[in-house]
Nanobody, 128 residues
Framework: SVQVVESGGDSVQAGGSLRISCKASGFSTHLCDHSTKWHRQAPGKEREFVSAIDKEPKEPWNNYADSVKGRFFVSQDIAEYTITTYLQMNSLKPEDSAIYYC???????????????WGQGTQVTVSS
């Protein structure tokens, strides 16, 4: 079965950096096209999109929310049955504090695990 696990959340000072990870496993990257997104949700606020990365990224400048563009950078390590997606967060601001969630969407007709999968989230706290 497909599993998605985020890690790396921590408490940091404003202006600092942090890298969080999302490990998705249990499916074949040879059979499945995949798109991975980071979202975040702060207390009392709606969940918002942060960044996305596709199997074949086409327009990387469209892969980030305006609020994080130029500060956050997404990358991936792809193995046969595992994808690890990283979100490098620089110049962090208190308003970046939130639970960060990873979502992976698996598609293509050959993929037996087609679907939309979410992790449990990892907490990022930025203090001023």
């Amino acid at each position: 079965s497909v599993q998605v696990v985020e890690s790396g959340g921590d408490s940091v000072q404003a202006g600092g950096s942090l890298r969080i990870s999302c490990k998705a496993s249990g499916f074949s990257t040879h059979l499945c096209d995949h798109s991975t997104k980071w979202h975040r949700q702060a207390p009392g606020k709606e969940r918002e999109f942060v960044s996305a990365i596709d199997k074949e990224p086409k327009e990387p400048w469209n892969n980030y929310a305006d609020s994080v563009k130029g500060r956050f950078f997404v990358s991936q390590d792809i193995a046969e049955y595992t994808i690890t997606t990283y979100l490098q967060m620089n110049s962090l601001k208190p308003e970046d504090s939130a639970i960060y969630y990873c979502e992976i969407v698996l598609t293509s007709g050959w993929c037996p695990d087609r679907g939309d999968y979410w992790g449990q989230g990892t907490q990022v706290t930025v203090s001023s």
